[in-house]
């Protein structure tokens, strides 16, 4: 899968309808991050961080976040 063009200076990006977020340097089919390109619902963080977007209340996407698998 190719990283959004939109994207491309970005690793991080949030998904608003399920406050999720997905690593772009790894997204799978799963994540659906076209799908969510055409939705217009996503989000970029500053600075583009997993912490950041943590903060901002999103959970890390459990396909392509490999913290998302343990518990925080
Ligand atoms: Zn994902």
Same mark, same amino acid.
């Given at each position: 899968?190719? &990283?959004?063009? =939109?994207?491309?200076?970005? =690793?991080?990006? +949030?998904?608003? &309808? #399920? *406050? #999720? #977020?997905?690593? $772009?340097?790894?997204?799978?089919? /799963? %994540?659906?991050?076209?799908? $969510?390109? *055409?939705?217009? /619902?996503? @989000? @970029?963080? +500053? !600075?583009?961080? $997993? !912490?950041? @977007?943590?903060? =901002?209340?999103? =959970?890390? %996407? &459990?396909? %392509?976040? !490999? /913290?998302? &698998? #343990? @518990?925080?």
């Amino acid at each position: 899968m190719s &990283r959004p063009t =939109r994207f491309e200076h970005y =690793r991080w990006l +949030g998904d608003k &309808r #399920v *406050q #999720v #977020v997905h690593d $772009l340097d790894n997204p799978i089919e /799963q %994540c659906s991050i076209d799908e $969510l390109m *055409q939705s217009e /619902q996503f @989000a @970029a963080f +500053g !600075p583009d961080t $997993l !912490p950041e @977007a943590k903060n =901002r209340n999103y =959970r890390p %996407c &459990r396909h %392509c976040v !490999p /913290q998302g &698998r #343990v @518990a925080d």
